[in-house]
């Protein structure tokens, strides 16, 4: 069964400091990966995606993440962080042929000054 | 294209009685799926359609839980019988896949705000 692991449930971070969130997921195949931000009391906006190809994957916002077979890891990084970044931040694995998506506990984000 | 929308956004009932919660999709979205945050958890995947046919249901749906899509646009949840523990983030995403139902891999599920329910 896929699986997605968050280590880190809450960071923090300044303002203007780099970013990196974990994620590992657990899944056979060639998953296809996403990153979600979710701001307090709204729903999913989604950052990006892998789903073959180029392993850099570049989102919204400033946002990329690395999808790294090997380590079964898809991290996301910032390199420059906003006070508006402060949200949390879900992981999520669908495989090929299924309509589930699975996704992690997530991770808070603060951003201080 | 207004996105996914929910209604109600907040609900609070008593413990035993029924709620209902609506999700309209993306007009041209023929897939709907429901799913169900707890509080410091990520989303869980409840069930989802394809057009007005149900094609799974996961186990957390338990017999209180209907979903309906009737005629392949708007989606109701319904809880019977309300239990504290049903207290959640009820999500509702959408997505689109080709006229001939083929899969598309990059069938992107787009997120409603939610509905958060209360059970006191």
């Given at each position: ?113 | ?27 041209e979205h ?65 997505s689109l896949v ?23």
């Amino acid at each position: 069964a896929q699986s997605v692991t968050q280590p880190d449930i809450h960071i923090t971070v300044s303002e203007g400091a780099s970013l990196e969130l974990r994620c590992n997921y657990s899944y056979g195949a060639t998953p296809y990966l996403f990153w979600y931000v979710q701001s307090p009391g709204q729903g999913l906006q989604l950052l990006l995606k892998y789903f073959s190809g180029d392993t850099l994957v570049q989102g919204i916002k400033g946002f990329e993440a690395e999808f790294k077979r090997s380590q079964s890891s898809f991290n996301l990084r910032k390199p420059s962080v906003h006070w508006s970044d402060a949200a949390e931040y879900f992981c999520a694995v669908r495989s090929g042929g299924y309509q589930k998506v699975t996704f992690g506990i997530g991770t808070k984000l603060q951003v201080i000054p | 294209d207004t996105g996914v929308s929910q209604d109600p956004r907040h609900k609070i009932t008593k413990r035993g009685q029924n709620v209902t919660f609506r999700c309209d999709p993306i007009s041209e979205h023929n897939r709907l799926y429901w799913y169900r945050q707890t509080l410091g958890q990520g989303p869980e995947f409840l069930t989802y359609f394809q057009n007005e046919a149900q094609l799974e249901k996961s186990r957390l749906l338990s017999d209180r839980f209907s979903a309906e899509r009737p005629k392949g646009s708007f989606s109701t949840l319904e809880i019977q019988r309300t239990e504290q523990g049903d207290s959640a983030m009820y999500l509702c995403a959408s997505s689109l896949v080709g006229a001939s139902g083929g899969y598309r891999p990059y069938n992107e599920q787009f997120f409603g705000p939610g509905t958060r329910l209360t059970v006191l």
